[in-house]
């Protein structure tokens, strides 16, 4: 996949099929229009692309600075490329770039630069000046610039029945399952592990403390979770925590991996934590010896989930 930041640095190759959207989280709804566009650019002898935007357009619209994304920027590029697309732009969202007409958006820049024969599209999109343009009104562009629309039904999206909000909902209820269920892979968090305050060493569950840089990415609710991770080609299971330690009065929230079985030196590395459970809510303990043995169960709660897989 050709992954390019900008509409201006696309350099045009080949006539394409094309689709347009945030696609938070990449979901099975997401899933169903990206499959169709990537067959149909197959059968038309035409380049998949997805246009895409960041930051998030309600950030710069609505400065809703509150907003939590599901992906983070690199995570979606991970989760595209791995479906067989062959180029995504992410052009940076702008006022300006929001102010263009629904003529000049179609006309200089689905036609001009990115020579799109053929549109997919869900049947609610808008476009152009405060989105005033809707699918009837591409379908007319499409008959003046020479490229097919099609439409995907509200039959179609209600019969999956998914939502970034949903799944977004889930997450901060703790409900890991569903979103996965609805993500059609387990929640991620990527993250670099920095050096913590060495507690869960003391307790002898030592722990790989994750700093997630992108602070709009949505953290799921405070708690235990069943998580697993991909270290140097091998899968490697833990648990992890989310939230503030409060059985030792932390003041900051963590988020906590021990991992079964492993001991290597993980500080400054990369990793990417698949959430795979939830086990329960975080619990103020009282005394470390309490917490100690309540970690015992969480392990052996993680690992009775974990052989079932």
Known sequence: M??????????????????????????????????????????????SMVLTFFPHPRMVLQKDANIKLLN?????????ENLGLDHLIIHPFSKDFS????????????????????????YDHRFGR???????????????????VEEISAQEIDDVSVSSTKIR???????????????????????????GKGLGRQLNFPTANLYIEETYKLIPKNGVYVVQSDIEGVTIFGMMNIGFNPTVSGKEKTIEIHFFDFDQ???????????????????????????????AKDQESSLSIIAKL
């Open 2 to 47: 050709v992954t390019v930041q900008s509409i201006d640095h696309y350099d045009k190759v080949h006539s394409t099929a094309i689709t347009i959207g945030t696609f938070d989280g990449v979901h099975i709804g997401h899933r169903m229009i990206l499959e169709r566009i990537i067959n149909n650019a197959k059968t038309l002898d035409l380049k």
């Open 72 to 80: 983070t920027l690199d995570e979606k590029i991970q989760i595209l």
């Open 99 to 122: 102010r263009l007409s629904a003529t000049e958006f179609v006309r200089d820049v689905l036609v001009n630069k990115l020579q799109t024969k053929k549109i997919i599209i869900g």
């Open 130 to 148: 405060n989105r005033t343009a809707n699918i009837t009104d591409l379908i007319t562009f499409g008959s003046t610039f020479d490229f097919e």
């Open 169 to 195: 909902g889930a997450l901060k209820n703790g409900e890991v399952q569903t979103a996965n269920a609805y993500l059609g892979y387990k929640y991620m968090l990527t993250g670099t592990v920095k050096r």
């Open 265 to 295: 030196d993980l500080y400054d590395k990369k990793l990417q934590i698949d959430i795979i459970d939830r086990l329960r809510d975080e619990h103020k303990f009282e005394s470390l010896e309490s917490l100690k043995k309540q970690l």
